[in-house]
């Protein structure tokens, strides 16, 4: 088992959870995703090793509960990504209105401002927040592209 995976090993049965070798094939398609997932494309790739639908969703639960993934709402749908080592500190994201793409924003220099903004709501209105999860609603830069161009 490679170091990532005992990383998350620990995580999971330290939070009293087994760590199974479906919640491995779930937790190795999140891992090498380059794009979001829904649940049924987690599925498809899983499938091979038999795992279940009901079990990815069950697992999908369970590792959100764990903080070890992100849930993201988009275009009716829940998407998943890595939370721990995304490398994001911030969850920015756009969904295009054209290619319905979901797109990370890189925001490592909004930092400070984010931590700022934290600050402001949590004394304004009396909480306390622990995470984020931003969604813009516009157009990608490809389908940005596109348009332009066609208004040329
Ligand atoms: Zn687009
Ligand atoms: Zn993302």
Redesign the pocket.
């Known amino acids: 088992m490679d170091k990532n995976l005992m990383y998350f090993k620990k995580i999971i049965e330290n939070s009293g959870y087994k760590f199974t070798r479906q919640k491995q094939y779930v937790l190795k398609t999140l891992i090498n995703a380059d794009i979001?997932l829904n649940a049924k494309e987690i599925y498809e790739i899983v499938k091979e090793d038999s795992v279940s639908l009901t079990t990815v969703y069950r697992t999908l639960k369970n590792f959100k509960e764990l903080g070890i993934i992100k849930e993201?709402n988009a275009n009716d749908t829940n998407y998943y990504?890595m939370k721990i080592f995304s490398g994001k500190p911030l969850n920015l994201?756009l969904t295009c209105n054209q290619c319905n793409s979901?797109i990370?924003i890189d925001s490592r220099s909004l930092n400070l401002e984010y931590l700022l903004l934290n600050n402001k709501l949590e004394k304004e209105n009396n909480l306390q927040i622990y995470d984020s999860n931003i969604m813009f609603i516009g157009l990608c830069s490809e389908c940005l592209e596109k348009l332009k161009w066609q208004e040329q």
């Open positions: 979001h993201i990504e994201h979901i990370d």
